[in-house]
T-cell receptor, first 111, second 119 residues
Framework: RKEVEQDPGPFNVPEGATVAFNCTYS??????FFWYRQDCRKEPKLLMS???SGNEDGRFTAQLNRASQYISLLIRDSKLSDSATYLC????????????FGTGTRLQVTL | GAGVSQSPRYKVAKRGQDVALRCDPI?????LFWYQQALGQGPEFLTY????????KSGLPSDRFFAERPEGSVSTLKIQRTQQEDSAVYLC?????????????????FGSGTRLTVV
């Protein structure tokens, strides 16, 4: 079983839609969580950290459920420019902050 | 520099050839990571440096892979006797702080990567 699992998609949604991605992780002692965004043939870039209490950044909301070991990302009012791959990232305990990535979920926002 | 710089941007190697990939992190960044990203997959950890010390090389897939950061700044990832399965994008990331693990919320800056194709 992979340490971080995501539905690869693609998720095809119309502009203005709300879309949610989930990610599960296997190491219950993991303590840092992030969502990264990766555009085609580009490097990953930090979208947002995920905090235990949940956090919001504009149209983006991230949630963490430690009991069920999953992380979610909600995007409201999708824009064409949101089309990208969203990577769920976990730092397991004792790994010297080694980022462990999921395979990514591809989002395509259409007119 | 303003960002993490990697070179070459693209590399085509014949099977069996040795290659060297360079990463120039942001000046002053303590932590440096190498990742391998195969097509359609997320990046996979290869190795981690804190300054010049290689603290974790558990992700290197075989003894054909070797990384160094002799002066704690520029790093080189070397792959000997390349095989077709080595074809991937090799990403370098750096961070200002030491990668402490617990509660670490620091940002990592990735370079644009080197796309290696072994033919």
């Amino acid at each position: 079983r992979k340490e971080v699992e995501q539905d690869p998609g693609p998720f095809n949604v119309p502009e203005g839609a709300t879309v949610a991605f989930n990610c599960t992780y296997s190491n219950s002692a993991s303590q840092s969580f992030f969502w990264y965004r990766q555009d085609c043939r580009k490097e990953p870039k930090l979208l947002m950290s995920v905090y235990s209490s949940g956090n919001e950044d504009g149209r983006f909301t991230a949630q963490l459920n430690r009991a069920s070991q999953y992380i979610s990302l909600l995007i409201r009012d999708s824009k064409l420019s949101d089309s990208a791959t969203y990577l769920c990232v976990v730092i397991p305990t004792g790994t010297a902050s080694k980022l462990t990535f999921g395979t990514g979920t591809r989002l395509q926002v259409t007119l | 520099g303003a960002g993490v710089s990697q070179s070459p941007r693209y590399k085509v190697a014949k099977r069996g050839q040795d290659v060297a990939l360079r990463c120039d992190p942001i000046s002053g960044h303590v932590s440096l990571f190498w990742y391998q990203q195969a097509l359609g997959q997320g990046p996979e950890f290869l190795t981690y440096f804190q300054n010049e010390a290689q603290l974790d090389k558990s992700g290197l897939p075989s003894d054909r892979f070797f990384a160094e950061r002799p002066e704690g700044s520029v790093s080189t990832l070397k792959i000997q006797r390349t095989q077709q399965e080595d074809s991937a994008v090799y990403l370098c990331a750096s961070s200002l702080e030491q990668a402490l693990g617990q509660g670490y919320k620091g940002g990592y800056t990735f370079g644009s990567g080197t796309r290696l194709t072994v033919v």
